[in-house]
């Protein structure tokens, strides 16, 4: 049986690394960065594209350009291409995929969890500053911006809203722990799915 567990994430929640986590524990694949390596191959589009534009909302301008010129953005684009990439990847195997509008793309899908990673604004400071070398006094502002990008990114892309509760199968504050978060998703992944 394939499965896929999608992960939403606030910035400096830890939600790539539990992602990472319950893949290892789950004896999974995990995408998070590695999905632009393989959309970049399976589109031909330049993965230097694709990290400039990955999960960001295209600017107002571009999205001019786009519907003036009757074809689509760069940015809308590479959305299609991780679109594409993210359902090739769900029908040949079982994997955790971090972002990207993963629960949106999938959505339908037998045998997809979706899940979101949040943590209090203090949790997200003091990890941006030890993983991430974020100055102390900018970490904040930082962080409002990169999850602003994302909701914004999100909820262009998508008819839902990042980060609202009923969007997902299990939404976890990573303040009680990345290890405990981590069981709780495999846990509740074992339970639904019937893994042993």
């Known amino acids: 049986m394939k499965y896929v567990i999608t992960i939403g994430r606030e910035y400096g929640s830890g939600g790539r690394y539990i992602g990472k986590l319950v893949a290892e524990k789950l004896g999974i694949n995990f995408y998070d960065n590695e999905l632009i390596d393989k959309a970049s191959k399976d589109s031909g589009i330049n993965e230097a594209i694709f990290k400039t534009f990955d999960e960001k909302k295209e600017s107002l301008l571009g999205a001019g350009i786009g519907a003036y010129r009757y074809d689509m953005s760069l940015s809308q684009k590479v959305f299609l291409a991780e679109f594409d990439t993210i359902r090739k990847i769900a029908s040949e195997e079982s994997c955790v995929i971090v972002g990207r509008c993963a629960d949106?793309?999938?959505?339908?899908?037998?045998?997809?969890?979706?899940?979101?990673?949040?943590?209090?604004?203090?949790?997200?400071?003091?990890?941006?500053?030890?993983?991430?070398?974020?100055?102390?006094?900018?970490?904040?502002?930082?962080?409002?911006?990169?999850?602003?990008?994302?909701?914004?990114?999100?909820?262009?892309?998508t008819d839902k809203t990042w980060g609202r509760a009923s969007n997902y199968d299990l939404c976890i504050n990573s303040g009680i722990?990345?290890?405990?978060?981590?069981?709780?998703?495999?846990?509740y992944a074992k339970m639904r799915l019937n893994l042993k």
């Open 177 to 187: 722990g990345l290890d405990e978060s981590v069981n709780i998703i495999v846990a």
């Open 104 to 157: 949106y793309v999938l959505e339908g899908y037998k045998n997809v969890i979706n899940i979101f990673i949040c943590a209090s604004l203090e949790n997200k400071i003091k990890r941006a500053i030890e993983f991430y070398g974020f100055e102390p006094e900018k970490a904040e502002n930082q962080i409002n911006k990169i999850n602003k990008k994302r909701k914004s990114y999100y909820n262009f892309y």
